[in-house]
């Protein structure tokens, strides 16, 4: 077992809930009811399930962006179908699966100005704004899509989240 590193405390997080995600949007394409889900809400107000993975995927393209010093070009939210969903979280996937360990590690401790609210930023530590901000983030839009799809029917189980984080530790 590896050690206990910002990196395995951050980036390994992000890619495990964009694998939950995955996981769980493939049980809603399989779903007879399929070709509602992406515009399907919890509640009117609320946004549909393309936005919830679209917004998870860009909260974990900032974090490799912040902890790796890597400028992550800016991706419209313009998902429509499973098929978009899927495409977007390989392609996070990847920019994830470039960011190093001993880069994003050495990150640990620098500062960075974060912007809140208008016109103002507050300087937090990379550590900080991963691990208060960018990592709940990513598991609130993804649990998200999992209530969405649970809402709408779709045979769900809170393993179907939860095994892409207990993965490694699985005997079977």
Known sequence: MSSFTFYTASISEAAKALDALTRILKKGQEATNAATLPSASIYEDMLPLT???SIACAHANKLVSRTTGVEIPT?????????????????????????????????????????????????????????DYYLPNIFFHAITAYNILRKEGVPLGKADYEDAFMALHMTQ
């Open 51 to 53: 936005m919830q993975v």
């Open 75 to 131: 991706q419209e939210n313009n998902l429509r179908s499973f098929d978009d969903m899927h495409a977007r979280i390989a392609q996070t996937q990847q920019l994830i699966a470039k960011a190093t360990m001993d880069v994003v590690n050495k990150s640990v401790n620098e500062i960075t100005a974060f912007p809140i609210g208008y016109n103002r930023t507050a300087d937090l530590p990379i550590a900080a704004l991963a691990t």
